[in-house]
Every structure is written in C-alpha cells, then in structure tokens.
C-alpha cells in the first residue's frame, strides 16, 4: 500500500487580523495543531507588521563547522594511522601524541575552519520560505498535510483572506 505524499499549503495575507483569523479557523475548526502552521513575514514586510520582528536569515556556520569537523578527523585519524603504521617514522615522544591528540586536533581544527567559512555562506531560503520574499505581506504555510487534505485547507485559506493560496 502505498504512503500519501504529504503537502505544504501556503498563502499571502495584507492584515495581522486576517491571520489571526485563520489560525484560530486551521486550529479550532480544522483540529490542526498550532505547532503546524508558521507565519512568516519578510525583513522589507516585517517594517509594516508585527512590529519589526522578522528574524533575518543567518549563516549556515554549524553545517559546514560538523562537516569540516567530520573532514579533519578522517584527514587527522588518516594521518595518524599512516604514521603508526609504516616503518621509518619512529620519533622518539611523537608516537602518543599523534595516537591520543592527532585525530581530536583534526576535529577541532575542521570545526574553526568549517565554521568561520560557514560564517561567509548565508542560507538561502528553500521550498515555501522562499516564497516569503515574493511580496511584502504576511505569508503562512501549513506544514505536513496529506495531499487528500490539501483542498479544504486551501478553502479555509481563501475564506480568510488569503491570496495566491499554493499546496507544494
């Protein structure tokens, strides 16, 4: 049997009101958990509504500081193991240091220099955020709808207000 493809129901409001008119509609007659629905509004929107509390898009630092840490253990613990492994390499009070610090220094080091390039590297928005920066009104998206759903959430968007209603 196969899984219902889950879907993302979005639409612009031009009001606060409206919104909150369609959240207490989604929740209270839809059983859709508050949890479930985002409102979004641009940092351009965010001049007109909700008193210029739009959080801005920040940098993607923690991804590339885990996978530069990822990349500078498997680099230290390779050269690690190839200093142990092949002969002639033997220097006297190396040995322990690269067996215990050798692979914990390639961490480290692999997390500053993931995340100092990660601070230089600015998210971009994906899926229905991007839709966000189409307009400068309000936007707000229904997550993890059943596709069979996606029609009456779509309806209960447009009987309050919202315009350019889109299920993705």
Do not use: C, W
């Given at each position: 049997?196969?899984?219902?493809?889950?879907?993302?129901?979005?639409?612009?409001?031009?009001?606060?009101?409206?919104?909150?008119?369609?959240?207490?509609?989604?929740?209270?007659?839809?059983?859709?958990?508050r949890?479930?629905?985002?409102?979004?509004?641009?940092?351009?929107?965010?001049?007109?509504?909700?008193?210029?509390?739009?959080?801005?898009?920040?940098?993607?630092?923690?991804?590339?500081?885990?996978?530069?840490?990822?990349?500078?253990?498997?680099?230290?613990?390779?050269l690690?193991?190839?200093?142990?492994?092949?002969?002639?390499?033997?220097?006297?009070?190396?040995?322990p240091?690269?067996?215990?610090?050798?692979?914990?220094?390639?961490?480290?080091?692999?997390?500053?220099?993931g995340?100092l390039?990660?601070?230089?590297?600015?998210?971009?928005?994906?899926?229905?955020?991007?839709?966000?920066?189409?307009?400068?009104?309000?936007?707000?998206?229904v997550?993890?709808?059943?596709?069979?759903?996606?029609?009456?959430?779509?309806?209960?968007l447009h009987?309050?207000?919202?315009?350019?209603?889109?299920?993705?």
């Open positions: 049997m196969a899984r219902e493809r889950r879907v993302s129901v979005s639409g612009f409001y031009d009001t606060e009101e409206k919104v909150e008119r369609a959240l207490l509609e989604l929740t209270s007659t839809y059983g859709i958990p949890d479930l629905v985002e409102v979004l509004v641009s940092q351009r929107a965010s001049q007109r509504f909700y008193g210029r509390r739009a959080l801005a898009l920040g940098s993607q630092s923690f991804g590339f500081a885990a996978a530069g840490a990822i990349i500078g253990l498997l680099v230290a613990t390779a690690s193991f190839e200093l142990i492994l092949f002969p002639g390499r033997d220097l006297p009070g190396v040995l240091f690269v067996q215990l610090l050798g692979p914990n220094i390639g961490l480290l080091l692999g997390a500053v220099v995340a390039v990660g601070l230089f590297v600015k998210k971009k928005p994906r899926g229905p955020y991007r839709r966000v920066l189409e307009r400068d009104e309000i936007l707000l998206v997550h993890g709808r059943f596709a069979s759903e996606a029609p009456a959430v779509e309806d209960a009987r309050t207000g919202a315009a350019d209603v889109q299920s993705r």
